[in-house]
């Protein structure tokens, strides 16, 4: 088991940054990844990352591509999103999953799509923007 807390968010104005942490209690995965959930809309996938078990390599949803970053830190299981020039369409609950792959080299869209279904969740923490 994994378990998964989500740190950082909280309360900003549309252009400012937040930086969301997501620390895993044990590694026991190869990807990790962050979604997030607004009132009454589906959970929608952002980024995620493979660990150094892998290639290491990035993903991003075209939504947050170019003011999102994702990155980890492998020495303290922890992986971080960076969110930059946030609107308030970016208001929603953040989690961070975690999961094996079951293969390399797959594209952003299984990815995301694959770790929707992952085995370990966060509690979730709440990013609101206002305008």
């Known amino acids: 088991q994994v378990q998964l807390v989500e740190s950082g968010g909280g309360s900003v104005q549309a252009g400012g940054s937040l930086r969301l942490s997501c620390a895993a209690s044990r590694h026991a995965y190869n990807c990790m990844a962050w979604f997030r959930q607004a009132p009454g809309k589906e959970r929608e996938g952002l980024a995620a990352?493979?660990?150094?078990?892998?290639?290491?390599?990035?993903y991003y949803a075209d939504s947050v591509q170019g003011r999102f970053t994702i990155s980890r830190d492998n020495a303290k299981n922890t992986m971080y999103l960076q969110m930059n020039n946030l609107k308030p369409e970016d208001t929603a609950v953040y989690y961070c999953a975690a999961d094996f792959l079951p293969y390399p080299r797959m594209t952003a869209i299984q990815v995301l799509g694959f770790m929707t279904s992952a085995r370990y969740w966060g509690q979730g923490t709440q990013v609101t923007v206002s305008s």
């Open positions: 990352i493979e660990d150094y078990t892998l290639d290491g390599r990035s």
